[in-house]
T-cell receptor, first 113, second 114 residues
Framework: DSGVTQTPKHLITATGQRVTLRCSPRSGDLSVYWYQQSLDQGLQFLIQ???????AKGNILERFSAQQFPDLHSELNLSSLELGDSALYFCASSARLVLNEQFFGPGTRLTVL | DAKTTQPTSMDCAEGRAANLPCNHSTISGNEYVYWYRQIHSQGPQYIIHGLKNNETNEMASLIITEDRKSSTLILPHATLRDTAVYYC???????????????FGTGTLLAVQP
């Protein structure tokens, strides 16, 4: 158990819909990352927040957005969903900005029908 | 960030040592070598990291060559539960507020055989 929690575990929805994925980092970790893993793209970095502020963006679509709240939990919002958005979405957290030890949650499996 | 090269797959007998190689010939002086693994569809798991000295923890050992152009992750007594994709990642420390996002390659699928 990494200490990072993600909800829900599974999500099935239809094209065009909007969903919200939630992540609670390990206690005390200020940094949260979101990654997407699809069959054809592998693990891809989406976005990072540190103490409530956006720190870096990866290949995140404009239809996707995220935020980190004062209690440090984070949400990833996916809108206008397409079939290709079906993937595993992982959240990770880290305490130390300097080095790169990240602790990953169990993921949310999103299926868009 | 330095590019890494890993074999696509490897087999190992249960109870034997698993030695997973990684080539990072363009590594810079301040870049660390990190290893993560992902057991099927679970979240990636941090294993170990090092700069130039060999490192050991409860999970594995990391051997980095003197020229730092390659490294080997060693699982001393592989079990069936060690079957996973192992990722070697090279990253510099995050000084100055840069992001420390991880860039995953395709990794090595280690299959531990009974």
């Amino acid at each position: 158990d990494s200490g990072v929690t993600q909800t829900p575990k599974h999500l099935i929805t239809a094209t065009g819909q909007r969903v919200t994925l939630r992540c609670s980092p390990r206690s005390g970790d200020l940094s949260v990352y979101w990654y997407q893993q699809s069959l054809d793209q592998g693990l891809q970095f989406l976005i990072q927040y540190y103490n409530g502020e956006e720190r870096a963006k990866g290949n995140i679509l404009e239809r996707f957005s995220a935020q980190q709240f004062p209690d440090l939990h984070s949400e990833l919002n996916l809108s206008s969903l397409e079939l290709g958005d079906s993937a595993l979405y992982f959240c990770a957290s880290s305490a130390r900005l300097v080095l790169n030890e990240q602790f990953f949650g169990p993921g949310t499996r999103l299926t868009v029908l | 960030d330095a590019k890494t090269t890993q074999p696509t797959s490897m087999d190992c007998a249960e109870g034997r040592a698993a030695n997973l190689p990684c080539n990072h010939s363009t590594i810079s002086g301040n870049e660390y070598v990190y290893w993560y693994r992902q057991i099927h569809s679970q979240g990636p798991q941090y294993i170990i990291h090092g700069l130039k000295n060999n490192e050991t923890n409860e999970m594995a050992s990391l051997i980095i060559t003197e020229d730092r152009k390659s490294s080997t992750l060693i699982l001393p007594h592989a079990t069936l539960r060690d079957t996973a994709v192992y990722y070697c990642i090279v990253r510099a420390p995050n000084y100055g507020g840069a992001t420390n996002k991880l860039i995953f390659g395709t990794g090595t699928l280690l299959a531990v055989q009974p």
